[in-house]
């Protein structure tokens, strides 16, 4: 700041004030001052918001609540300070948190991917002899940036879990874990906190027996999901412009050459082509198929069995009462829990059989493990004792002698 210098070039103080941000009587005195002004930095003042402040960086952690709802909260605590002290802070934080939740999501080889869906409102297609709604599924992988796009009639979770594993055959495997949104196909309820949310139990089940994680985008924060988002973007300003298409598998054949092709060019942000980079994430192969129209939900009975296909098979006793997922694969029937296997037994071809692993009742208690095996009595199996008949008189005979 060299404000004599501005005063010979001619600035009034006025203009030399606005420009340094002082009074105009303040620059006059620099201006004239035969030394140079030393400027010593204060310290931070102390704001009627500090003991809060912590309180506010866990409220905004867990949403992002607006500064109203903030002073609010802050008024239960004893709070008497002014509402533009709360907004003042509550924006710089916000900002920090974004900050903060953009570099989170730049990933390492391997560890994430990200999922969305997109609705092309101006587009149908003719399936089944109808004229159906289009819809799109998009996976980016967000180390190498491949992306994979996959034209669909319907968002149920079926179709969801279908366009995941023809994601991973294209790919050649799938990452660690994968990023979505709140959409209903993968969280039935959502909380504030992912380890308090539903997830859909059938989709669990799939991430399960894969192993890849399932992460919820926090509420309210889309930017933490920018990879899939700018490509939703990028499929309708470039593949949908004057697309024609006689079938939803015609424009699925095209929409793998156009996911061929820009996966072949030099990514704008990474600077590298994304096919190259694909060598480089390590995926993990899928080794199995996810058989989606043998997938049952079956409830588990008080005497731990579950029916499946005419006969019924033990599951460990401390689910009972639970929903669980049944996968019936390469003569096995495999059972899940919430992405977690918890029994399997080979498959019966019998009718009416029963597969019974005798582990699954140990953790019953004496009143379950009585009732549990009354009800697994069959007639058949019921030994009748025979009762030996005995004259009784030679008694009655006995008792009259002792009495005279």
């Given at each position: 700041?060299?404000?004599?210098?501005?005063?010979?070039?001619?600035?009034n103080y006025?203009?030399?004030?606005?420009?340094?941000?002082?009074?105009?009587?303040?620059?006059?005195?620099?201006?004239l001052?035969?030394?140079?002004?030393?400027?010593?930095?204060?310290?931070?003042?102390?704001?009627?918001?500090?003991?809060?402040?912590?309180?506010?960086?866990?409220?905004?952690e867990?949403a992002?609540?607006?500064?109203?709802?903030?002073?609010?909260?802050?008024?239960?605590?004893?709070?008497?300070?002014?509402?533009?002290?709360?907004?003042?802070?509550v924006?710089?934080?916000k900002?920090?948190?974004?900050?903060?939740?953009?570099?989170?999501?730049?990933?390492?080889?391997?560890?994430?991917?990200?999922?969305?869906?997109?609705?092309?409102?101006?587009?149908?297609?003719?399936?089944?002899g109808?004229?159906?709604?289009?819809?799109?599924?998009?996976?980016?992988?967000?180390?190498?940036?491949?992306?994979?796009?996959e034209?669909?009639?319907?968002?149920?979770?079926?179709?969801?879990?279908?366009?995941?594993?023809?994601?991973?055959?294209?790919?050649?495997?799938?990452?660690?874990?994968?990023?979505?949104?709140?959409?209903?196909?993968?969280?039935?309820?959502?909380?504030?906190?992912?380890?308090?949310?539903?997830?859909?139990?059938?989709?669990?089940?799939?991430?399960?027996?894969?192993?890849?994680?399932?992460?919820?985008?926090?509420?309210?924060?889309?930017?933490?999901?920018?990879?899939?988002?700018?490509?939703?973007?990028?499929?309708?300003?470039d593949?949908?412009?004057?697309?024609?298409?006689?079938?939803?598998?015609?424009?699925?054949?095209?929409?793998?050459?156009w996911?061929?092709?820009?996966n072949?060019?030099?990514?704008?942000?990474?600077?590298k082509?994304?096919?190259?980079?694909?060598?480089?994430?390590?995926?993990?192969?899928?080794?199995?198929?996810?058989?989606?129209?043998?997938?049952?939900?079956?409830?588990?009975?008080?005497?731990?069995?579950?029916?499946?296909?005419?006969?019924?098979?033990s599951?460990?006793?401390?689910?009972?009462?639970?929903?669980v997922?049944?996968?019936?694969?390469?003569?096995?029937?495999?059972?899940?829990?919430?992405?977690?296997?918890i029994?399997?037994?080979?498959?019966?071809?019998?009718s009416?059989?029963?597969?019974?692993?005798?582990?699954?009742?140990?953790?019953?208690?004496?009143?379950?493990?009585?009732?549990?095996?009354?009800?697994?009595?069959?007639?058949?199996?019921?030994?009748?004792?025979?009762?030996?008949?005995?004259?009784?008189?030679?008694?009655?005979?006995a008792?009259?002698?002792?009495?005279?």
């Amino acid at each position: 700041m060299d404000i004599r210098n501005d005063r010979q070039k001619g600035l009034n103080y006025t203009e030399i004030g606005k420009k340094y941000h002082l009074d105009p009587r303040t620059a006059k005195r620099y201006a004239l001052s035969e030394t140079k002004p030393a400027y010593q930095l204060s310290g931070p003042k102390p704001s009627i918001l500090d003991p809060y402040k912590h309180q506010i960086d866990q409220w905004l952690e867990e949403a992002p609540y607006s500064a109203v709802k903030i002073l609010e909260k802050l008024k239960g605590q004893g709070y008497q300070g002014k509402y533009t002290v709360v907004r003042q802070y509550v924006r710089q934080k916000k900002g920090d948190l974004d900050e903060k939740a953009t570099v989170r999501f730049e990933t390492m080889p391997g560890l994430q991917g990200q999922v969305d869906w997109a609705f092309f409102e101006d587009h149908l297609v003719r399936d089944g002899g109808q004229l159906r709604k289009l819809y799109c599924f998009l996976m980016v992988l967000g180390f190498s940036r491949m992306r994979y796009i996959e034209f669909v009639t319907d968002m149920t979770t079926g179709t969801l879990i279908r366009c995941h594993q023809n994601a991973f055959r294209y790919f050649g495997g799938y990452p660690e874990e994968i990023l979505y949104d709140n959409m209903k196909q993968v969280v039935v309820k959502r909380l504030l906190k992912q380890e308090d949310s539903e997830l859909n139990q059938q989709f669990e089940d799939f991430a399960g027996f894969h192993g890849f994680k399932p992460v919820l985008c926090r509420p309210y924060r889309g930017q933490t999901k920018g990879k899939v988002e700018r490509t939703v973007q990028y499929v309708r300003k470039d593949f949908m412009v004057g697309i024609r298409y006689s079938s939803l598998d015609d424009l699925n054949g095209q929409a793998i050459s156009w996911c061929n092709k820009v996966n072949g060019k030099i990514h704008a942000t990474t600077g590298k082509i994304p096919f190259a980079q694909l060598k480089k994430e390590h995926l993990s192969p899928v080794k199995r198929e996810y058989i989606l129209d043998r997938i049952n939900l079956r409830r588990v009975q008080k005497d731990c069995l579950i029916s499946f296909a005419g006969n019924q098979y033990s599951v460990p006793a401390e689910y009972v009462g639970k929903d669980v997922a049944v996968v019936a694969l390469d003569n096995t029937l495999a059972v899940h829990y919430n992405g977690k296997q918890i029994a399997t037994h080979k498959l019966s071809y019998q009718s009416r059989d029963m597969v019974v692993n005798p582990g699954h009742y140990r953790r019953l208690t004496v009143k379950q493990q009585f009732e549990t095996e009354n009800t697994l009595l069959r007639e058949d199996n019921i030994v009748d004792f025979p009762i030996r008949h005995i004259d009784l008189s030679v008694y009655d005979a006995a008792a009259e002698v002792g009495h005279e």
